[in-house]
């Protein structure tokens, strides 16, 4: 089941990540906000679950917005 992660979520990501000192990504299996991702990271696997389902803030604001 895929977790439901809000548009608002990933732009208070997104602005943590450009304007501060971390890289984070979120998990669309479970939600989990990792640490140590590339803005355009594609599957990357979770710390939390280990799905491969670790999105870049990036990517997921791509998605939100198409």
Do not use: W
Not at 30 to 55: H, K, L, S, W
């Amino acid at each position: 089941m895929a977790a439901v992660i809000k548009t608002e979520r990933i732009l208070e990501v997104a602005m943590r990540s450009m304007f501060g000192t971390e890289n984070v990504g979120i998990c669309t299996a479970c939600g989990y906000e990792q640490d140590g991702c590339e803005p355009d990271a594609e599957n990357y696997e979770c710390e939390d679950c280990g799905e491969r389902a670790v999105q870049g803030v990036e990517n997921l604001l791509l998605g939100a917005v198409a």
